[in-house]
């Protein structure tokens, strides 16, 4: 079964500094794509970048890039020049797509606080 | 365009109630999803609606809960009665195409049951 990990519950980063969110997956899929939303304190979830296994290179997105490391199933999420606004959970996500499927598997998510 | 809209941002209730939260996924997608978070938990998939049909309900948990998506637009899900472990964030999300690599997702719903 297609499973997500994410190890850290929590993350601090000072502002203007950089800093990664780990994810490690688990899947037999040769194909599939991996995600990253944000959940600030007012709930929503906001897409932020996304990887499919097949892409050459890594995704980036702005401030936000995705390490992509296929041989060892991470896909971390770097948020370069963080913002006091960044503060927020993040959700790393994987699609499963079955024949009579296609949904989300995240995992537990990391609160990340940027103090000034 | 407008997001995703869920309707009530907040519902609290006894044990033993009903509750139906709705969904109003963005104009013109057919697939609306919906997902739930427990207490610190990761995010579950709960169903899949393509259109008015069920695609995949294989998340629900148990016969207390019910969803329906009439003429294949807005979408509620009721619990009935609602039992104390089902407290949690209701989130729906859309997307236009099957297999969109992208969902986007409503604001949620947190659902107290006391």
């Known amino acids: 079964a297609q499973k997500i990990t994410q190890t850290q519950p929590g993350m601090f980063v000072q502002e203007k500094e950089a800093v990664t969110l780990d994810c490690t997956y688990d899947t037999s899929d040769p194909s599939y794509g991996l995600f990253w939303y944000k959940q600030p304190s007012s709930g929503e979830m906001i897409f932020l970048i996304y990887?499919?296994?097949?892409?050459?290179q890594n995704a980036t997105e702005g401030r936000y890039s995705l390490n992509f490391q296929k041989a060892r199933k991470s896909a971390n999420l770097v948020i370069s020049a963080s913002q006091l606004g960044d503060s927020a959970m993040y959700f790393c996500a994987m699609r499963e797509v079955r024949y009579n499927t296609d949904k989300l598997i995240f995992g537990t998510g990391t609160r990340l606080q940027v103090f000034p | 365009e407008a997001g995703v809209t869920q309707f009530p941002s907040h519902s609290v209730i006894e044990k033993g109630q009903t509750v139906t939260l709705r969904c109003d996924p963005i104009?013109?997608?057919?697939?609306l999803y919906w997902y739930r978070r427990v207490m610190g938990k990761e995010i579950k998939f709960l169903l899949h609606?393509?259109?008015?049909?069920?695609?995949?309900e294989s998340g629900m948990p148990n016969n207390r809960f019910l969803a329906e998506r009439t003429g294949g637009t807005y979408s509620t899900l009721k619990v009935q009665p609602a039992e104390l472990e089902d407290s949690g964030v209701y989130f729906c999300?859309?997307?236009?195409?099957?297999?969109?690599?992208?969902?986007?997702f409503g604001p949620g719903t947190r659902l107290t049951v006391t």
């Open positions: 609606f393509v259109k008015e049909s069920k695609q995949d």
């Open positions: 104009s013109g997608h057919d697939n």
């Open positions: 990887q499919g296994s097949y892409d050459q």
């Open positions: 999300a859309s997307s236009r195409q099957a297999r969109s690599y992208e969902q986007y």
